[in-house]
């Protein structure tokens, strides 16, 4: 019998408030499944709604209609409280800027999401460097953001998004501000990754080249899924 999705996103629509009277619709009804262990690249025009459906997906914000649900459990059914933890353990985020703290090292970074989940300090410390032995920059550990290449402090992000075990890792244009050489080694940092861990991935990309690289890919316009593209192997 085959696995059950992680991942169903259903009829999903966002609209956002123009004026008292308008409304902005971006979404307008996406549906579709992902499996454990699938790698999905969402493509499409600027401003067709890719960050938006990943932000839907990761419970950073709430559809104006329709349904997410992520293990068999209607995420948005949670009140505000529930939804941040079910955030903080499900869902591993990696943006185009790091969003590092500036005033931790490399190691606190990768810890802190741990450490808000409530988990032991020394069994995350121990996590959190084998972490970032496992992404290439344990020699970095104890140096603070300003101190790091950008390739590196992505590298840290992508081991912050790790440190929970996240059942999803959500990248949003996550080699956008790197160069081409830093980038492909990003990108296959995130493959390998995925692959050695059964780590379900979801990238939004404008890079036409990587999203060919994954399972399938999303290719938005106008708000809707213009077509799914199985990839061969």
Known sequence: MSQAPILRVIDIHKSYRMTKTTMLPVLKGITFEVAVGEIIAIVGPSGVGKSTLLHLIGMLDRPTQGKVEIDGIMVYDADDAKLALMRNKTAGFVFQAHHLMPEFSALENVMMPGLIAGRRKDDLQSEAEALLREVGVSERAHHRPNELSGGEQQRIAVARALINHPRL????????????????ALHALLWRLSRDHQQTLIIV???????????????LYDGRIKQIVHNSK
Do not use: C, F, K, V
């Not at 890792?169 to 492909?184: F, H, K, Q, R, V």
């Not at 990309?205 to 290719?219: F, G, K, S, V």
């Open 169 to 184: 890792l959500l990248a949003d244009e996550p080699s956008g501000n790197l160069d081409a050489t830093t980038a492909e």
């Open 205 to 219: 990309t404008h890079n036409r080249e990587l999203a060919e690289r994954a399972d399938r890919i999303l290719d």
